[in-house]
């Protein structure tokens, strides 16, 4: 079965930078997209950022362009979301997800990592 395991969250000031990684297990890495969603608390889970299975093409949500990148190493089923400039709404429980379809740039995910809990002080 598919399994993804975050790890990277913790505590920052605001401005600073953090780097979370995923590690995928369970079938072939590099035939899917994979993507980060957070949810903060008292707030429904959103869309952070996707990348394609080859890394060619990402999206991400306007509140983290620019301070945000998506990437991948598909050698070593890893995806890695680094977080600069971050601002203290940007604290979150940020979750690792992929779909079940391959070859699909899509942000509707099937599975889900448990996530680690980002932490921004202002």
């Known amino acids: 079965q598919v399994q993804l395991v975050e790890s990277g969250g913790g505590l920052v000031q605001a401005g600073g930078s953090l780097r979370l990684s995923c590690a995928a297990s369970?079938?072939?890495?590099?035939?899917?997209?994979m993507g980060w969603f957070r949810q903060a608390s008292g707030k429904e889970r959103e869309f952070v950022a996707v990348?394609?299975?080859?890394?060619?093409?990402?999206n991400y949500v306007d509140s983290v362009k620019g301070r945000f990148t998506i990437s991948r190493d598909n050698a070593k089923n890893m995806v890695y979301l680094q977080m600069n400039s971050l601002k203290p709404e940007d604290t979150a429980v940020y979750y690792c997800?992929?779909?079940?379809?391959?070859?699909?740039?899509?942000?509707?995910?099937?599975?889900w990592g448990k996530g680690p809990l980002v932490t921004v002080s202002s």
């Open positions: 997800a992929a779909p079940k379809a391959s070859y699909s740039f899509t942000v509707h995910m099937d599975y």
């Open positions: 369970g079938r072939t890495f590099s035939n899917y997209a």
């Open positions: 990348i394609s299975w080859s890394g060619g093409r990402t």
